[in-house]
């Protein structure tokens, strides 16, 4: 008799890199879709109440006390730390345990990733270099990770799992790098008592970590306290996401060794009324399960867990409350949007392969042998595609007829971006020989 458990659907996509890539493939989908539904209502005859839905205020109050913002902004500063946090969890995930453990391996997607940073912010500031949307040059710099990876997947086995691998590091740094934009470009005046009390709230979470603390309602509550001392600090309160995300320890309570142990002295539940009891049984099928779960770092706990929440429920519920505008010209700064628009479809995938070159020629990264610069360029042209950072930046960087000319450049740029970074993969890429099933069958 086999002692495997019964395979069912989710174990094929159990890996936690392939479970990552259909959720956010899945995600862009739901995305694209509320994403339109924001345009249409924001250009119909319900605009108005649409768009005055999100200026609602909301106030939090405990005696004296109040913490108030409009529902779009607790969607930006609460809902978006999620977000952020699931970015860095992958990040340390990837680093630490998955296909970037390689320090070389990981270079070119880092380097790539400052090149498509840099370039991008670059040409923008040329183009508005001295005019009144000049402070929103971080607005071009990030990759959106959804709908790139949907984008990828649209092409099936034309595309190498190493592009896959590639894009994904590259869009998490670039993720990562746009929320430090914004704790250094768009942040207010600093509060450095506050700041000070942030800190020390980042020394307990460390220090309760280091002790074995493992209740979740802990760190939540010490993650709140956190957010809240970082944003009376005057800094993004996103920024708290990242910060957890990277201090979330990678490593494992309880070993295989250990967890085999533990499972071989479990036996069946007591019969009778010993069943609720406290017997030795019941001891032992307990710390199995505590051990089951623990076999698995925090890291991939919470990303596991976190995933589809933010997919499917955070990232629609901002495009909702971000992508709305008035599609019309009128009133709109015309040089804003180009500036976008060159920014996304020029210097990103200039930046990201002259930075990528640079890198492997340097001797710094290597590449994998069916990685092609084909299939970078094609890559590269996707990064191109900025649509929630950029949104995100724009709404902070930005305001009224600057910022619309923003959203205007910015959908205007992810579709252009999409469109020609599928037609070069499509064009350079042939699909990948399928792999002949295996004769031997498993026990089930």
Same mark, same amino acid.
């Given at each position: 008799?086999?002692?495997?458990?019964?395979?069912?659907?989710?174990d094929?996509?159990s890996?936690?890199?392939?479970?990552?890539?259909?959720?956010?493939?899945?995600?862009?989908? /739901?995305? #694209?879709?509320?994403?339109?539904?924001?345009? &249409?209502?924001s250009?119909s005859?319900?605009?108005?109440?649409f768009?005055?839905?999100?200026?609602?205020?909301?106030? %939090?109050r405990? *005696?004296?006390?109040?913490?108030?913002?409009?529902?779009?902004?607790?969607?930006?500063?609460?809902?978006m $730390?999620?977000?952020?946090?699931?970015?860095?969890?992958?990040?340390?995930?990837?680093?630490? %345990?998955?296909?970037?453990?390689d320090?070389?391996?990981?270079?070119? !997607?880092?380097?790539?990733?400052?090149?498509?940073?840099?370039?991008?912010?670059?040409?923008?500031?040329?183009?508005?270099?001295?005019?009144?949307?000049?402070?929103?040059?971080?607005? &071009?710099?990030a $990759?959106d990770?959804?709908?790139?990876?949907?984008?990828?997947?649209?092409?099936? =086995?034309?595309?190498?799992?190493?592009?896959? /691998?590639?894009?994904?590091?590259?869009?998490?740094?670039?993720?990562?790098?746009a929320?430090l934009?914004?704790?250094?470009g768009?942040?207010?005046?600093?509060?450095?008592?506050?700041l000070?009390?942030?800190a020390?709230?980042?020394?307990?979470?460390?220090l309760?970590?280091?002790?074995?603390?493992?209740?979740?309602?802990?760190?939540?509550v010490?993650?709140?306290?956190?957010?809240?001392?970082?944003?009376?600090?005057?800094?993004?309160?996103?920024?708290t996401? /990242?910060i #957890? *995300?990277?201090? =979330?320890?990678?490593?494992?309570? &309880?070993?295989?060794?250990? %967890?085999?142990?533990?499972?071989?002295?479990?036996?069946?539940?007591?019969?009778?009324?010993?069943?609720?009891?406290?017997?030795?049984?019941r001891?032992?099928?307990?710390?199995?399960?505590?051990?089951?779960?623990?076999?698995?770092s925090?890291?991939e706990?919470?990303?596991m867990?976190?995933?589809?929440w933010?997919?499917?429920?955070?990232?629609?519920?901002?495009?909702?409350a971000?992508?709305?505008?008035?599609?019309?010209?009128?009133? &709109?700064?015309?040089?804003?949007?180009?500036?976008?628009?060159?920014?996304?479809?020029?210097?990103?995938?200039a930046?990201i392969?002259?930075?990528?070159?640079?890198?492997?020629? !340097?001797?710094?990264?290597?590449?994998?042998?069916?990685l092609?610069? *084909?299939a970078?360029?094609?890559?590269?042209c996707?990064?191109?595609? *900025?649509?929630?950072?950029?949104?995100?930046?724009a709404? #902070?960087?930005?305001?009224?007829?600057?910022?619309?000319?923003?959203?205007?450049g910015?959908?205007?740029?992810s579709?252009?971006?999409?469109? /020609?970074?599928?037609?070069?993969?499509?064009?350079?890429q042939?699909?990948?020989?399928?792999?002949?099933?295996?004769?031997?069958?498993?026990?089930?």
């Amino acid at each position: 008799m086999s002692v495997r458990l019964p395979r069912v659907f989710i174990d094929r996509i159990s890996p936690p890199f392939v479970r990552f890539l259909h959720i956010e493939a899945a995600g862009g989908a /739901v995305l #694209l879709v509320f994403t339109l539904a924001a345009l &249409v209502l924001s250009n119909s005859p319900w605009a108005d109440a649409f768009l005055g839905i999100w200026e609602t205020r909301l106030e %939090l109050r405990l *005696g004296d006390m109040a913490l108030g913002r409009t529902l779009k902004d607790w969607i930006n500063d609460g809902l978006m $730390t999620l977000f952020f946090f699931l970015v860095a969890l992958e990040l340390k995930r990837e680093a630490v %345990l998955g296909e970037m453990r390689d320090p070389r391996m990981a270079a070119l !997607s880092i380097a790539a990733a400052l090149g498509g940073m840099m370039a991008p912010a670059a040409v923008y500031l040329a183009l508005q270099w001295g005019q009144a949307g000049a402070h929103g040059w971080g607005i &071009v710099m990030a $990759t959106d990770t959804a709908f790139v990876i949907a984008c990828l997947a649209l092409l099936g =086995t034309r595309i190498p799992h190493s592009l896959r /691998v590639f894009m994904l590091f590259l869009a998490i740094v670039d993720d990562i790098g746009a929320i430090l934009v914004v704790a250094i470009g768009y942040s207010h005046g600093m509060d450095w008592g506050m700041l000070a009390l942030a800190a020390l709230c980042i020394a307990i979470l460390r220090l309760l970590a280091g002790a074995g603390v493992r209740s979740v309602s802990i760190y939540v509550v010490m993650g709140a306290a956190t957010w809240l001392a970082i944003d009376a600090a005057g800094l993004h309160a996103t920024v708290t996401g /990242v910060i #957890l *995300g990277l201090m =979330t320890p990678a490593t494992r309570w &309880v070993s295989d060794n250990r %967890l085999y142990a533990i499972l071989g002295q479990v036996i069946a539940h007591p019969t009778g009324s010993q069943g609720s009891g406290r017997t030795s049984d019941r001891k032992t099928l307990l710390a199995a399960e505590t051990a089951a779960r623990e076999s698995l770092s925090p890291v991939e706990r919470l990303e596991m867990a976190l995933h589809p929440w933010v997919s499917f429920g955070v990232m629609p519920v901002f495009a909702l409350a971000n992508a709305g505008l008035a599609l019309s010209w009128t009133n &709109v700064d015309r040089p804003v949007a180009a500036a976008v628009f060159f920014g996304f479809a020029l210097g990103k995938p200039a930046g990201i392969l002259l930075f990528g070159w640079l890198a492997l020629r !340097s001797g710094l990264a290597t590449r994998p042998g069916d990685l092609g610069w *084909g299939a970078m360029a094609g890559g590269s042209c996707l990064a191109g595609i *900025g649509f929630t950072m950029a949104l995100f930046i724009a709404n #902070l960087a930005l305001s009224g007829p600057l910022m619309d000319s923003a959203k205007i450049g910015i959908f205007l740029a992810s579709l252009f971006s999409a469109a /020609v970074g599928l037609a070069l993969l499509r064009w350079t890429q042939r699909p990948l020989p399928l792999e002949k099933p295996s004769q031997a069958t498993e026990s089930i």
